[in-house]
């Protein structure tokens, strides 16, 4: 207990600066600007200071060096200097954005200063087989917990549970250095996590996760035991780390099979993967904690069984773990957050499909334009108001309120609606004008669309168009200059519910064929659609 009593004072320190430094964290970071804003592929829905690294190296770095003893401080500042040039790399990705390639060279450049300084992995003690492992280690580990840093409290957290097992195995061994380290690591990891559970009101961004990453990395790989053989311990770190690699493995595998690359952001995490099974966010980060933990625990046992006992469970715990990478491989990932989408219907019957839409996003926007067709103004005022009703919280008050007060020239009206009404979503009148004629497929309309109309296509994820007659909604739409550049510009993907008339019409008017969908197929075909736009979208911090 003495062994393990000597480094509280580490712990308690690192933790306390993380603690006290995150929110002078959050003041500089909306001085500097480097807030994450909500997202297609986020579940914050308002944003969130991104400087929390600076909290957890400024931490962990004072507390090991002020509290380390003498003579482990010559080695700490060699992996404290690794560490530095991931968390610098990571500040500037987070400020301004970075290639995946110079991330890559950078932990390169840091995974090699710690080898020629002596770090490295030694299972066969031939440094052109060590080497090689020893820099996939490193870089495959901090990747990982960049990776894992998708879900509020998930990276914080799991590297703290990480580290704490490294630092009972390494102070259990007698290795003062190594327990050091990792106390200064689980503490900082702890004191940040207080404002990164969720709900998060800190990230910790590429500065954080990086940094956590490499240092997790080394600790794997200084963690030693003299007193079992390799036979019963090289495996611990791997099971320590357990769940990072479990969570790296089925990323690669997913966006293989889907043909997107890794260093993509995206919702098919093992955290996104269980919280369709119902879990909250603050659930689903104790759900891995406890995994975590299991697994440290184990790879304390491991190391104290014979060999022949230790490589058997290894061996079983891998075909476990594919097992389950199997089964969380094939629950399809949904996405987080809530999608901007645009829905122009081309005639009547939208609102059948209104329920559909609003279970993929509650963030909906419907687009009209009236038009002079067959005798009389379609939408007809019937089909505006059954519309409304479908995104109101309260439908039958709404429709009342709406037969009641709502004019036959609702398109006068219906922009003001949204203040008024409480509606999971918005509807929006593109020109407050009824159109008379409507002009040839290479035709314009006069006037200019509305303002909030052209924003709100710029910042939509989808365009969805139908069902009905086009003339009657959707080429008057269309017609619009302004709607048919800013489509242009934007290139979001257009789906169409309907017929292929329908698609074959609207195509001569968008310039490009949309992709057909069906009723059935609509609430899967968004999501992949959506999902595609998430997981190419570069990962920055979440």
């Known amino acids: 207990m003495a062994q393990i009593t000597q480094y509280l004072p580490i712990i308690i320190a690192s933790g306390l600066l993380a603690f006290l430094v995150t929110p002078l964290t959050r003041v500089l970071a909306q001085r500097w600007g480097m807030i994450d804003q909500p997202g297609l592929r986020k579940a914050h829905r308002s944003p969130v200071p991104l400087l929390g690294g600076l909290a957890i190296y400024a931490a962990f770095a004072l507390a090991f060096l002020v509290f380390a003893e003498r003579d482990w401080r010559l080695e700490g500042l060699s992996i404290l200097g690794g560490a530095t040039v991931l968390f610098l790399t990571g500040l500037w990705d987070d400020r301004f954005g970075m290639p995946a390639r110079m991330k890559l ?31 996939i280690w490193i870089v495959g580990i901090t990747n990982a917990v960049n990776l894992m840093d998708n879900m509020d409290g998930l990276a914080a957290g799991v590297s703290a549970v990480a580290a704490i097992f490294f630092f009972l195995m390494a102070a259990l061994e007698g290795q003062g250095f190594v327990a050091g380290l990792a106390a200064a690591v689980h503490g900082a990891a702890l004191g940040f996590l207080f404002y990164n559970f969720a709900p998060a009101m800190s990230f910790m961004g590429d500065s954080g996760s990086l940094t956590l990453g490499f240092m997790l990395a080394v600790l794997g790989i ?17 099971v320590v780390l357990g769940v990072l690699i479990f969570d790296t493995t089925l990323v690669m595998v997913s966006r293989r099979r ?58 079983l715990l891998v075909l476990a773990g594919l097992v389950a990478l199997a089964v969380f491989e094939r629950i399809e990932p949904k996405l987080s957050g809530d999608p901007p989408l645009v829905i122009i219907p081309a005639g009547e019957g939208i609102d059948r499909f209104l329920p559909d839409l609003l279970r993929v ?73 009824v159109i008379e004629d409507l002009p040839a497929a290479d035709g314009v309309l006069p006037g200019v669309a509305q303002a909030q109309v052209i924003t709100t296509l710029q910042k939509a994820k989808l365009i969805l168009l139908g069902p009905g007659e086009p003339g009657v909604n959707l080429m008057p739409v269309l017609a619009s200059p302004d709607i048919r550049a800013t489509l242009a510009k934007t290139k979001r993907p257009v789906l169409s519910l309907g017929p292929t008339p329908l698609t074959e019409q609207s195509a001569s008017w968008l310039g490009h064929a949309p992709q057909l969908t069906t009723a059935a197929a609509l609430t899967n075909d968004l999501q992949m659609l959506l999902l595609s736009q998430a997981a190419g979208v570069a990962k920055t911090a979440r």
């Not at 890794?262 to 269980?274: A, E, K, P, V």
């Not at 519309?387 to 009641?404: D, H, N, Q, V």
């Open 361 to 433: 996003s509650r963030n909906l926007t419907i687009l009209f334009a009236p038009r002079r067709f067959g005798g009389e103004v379609r939408p007809t005022r019937a089909e505006v108001i059954e519309i409304i009703t479908a995104l109101a919280e309260e439908p039958a008050s709404t429709r009342g309120l709406l037969l009641r007060g709502l004019s036959e020239e609702w398109w006068r009206e219906l922009n003001h609606l949204n203040a008024v009404l409480r509606l999971t979503g918005a509807v929006a009148v593109v020109h407050e004008t």
């Open 258 to 315: 889907r043909g997107l690359s890794i260093f993509q952001g995206g919702s098919d995490h093992t955290s996104h993967r269980i919280a369709q099974l119902g879990l909250s966010p603050s659930r689903v980060a104790l759900t891995l904690y406890v995994a975590a933990a299991s697994l440290g625990a184990l790879a304390i046992f491991l190391t104290r069984t014979p060999g022949f006992i230790a490589n058997l469970t290894f061996g």
């Open 105 to 135: 060279l950078a932990q390169a450049i840091a995974a090699l200063n710690v080898i020629g300084l002596g770090v490295q992995v030694r299972l066969f003690n031939v440094w052109w087989l060590d080497w090689p492992i020893t820099l």
């Open 222 to 238: 200084k963690i030693k035991f003299a007193q079992f053989p390799i036979e019963s311990t090289w495996m611990a770190p791997i």
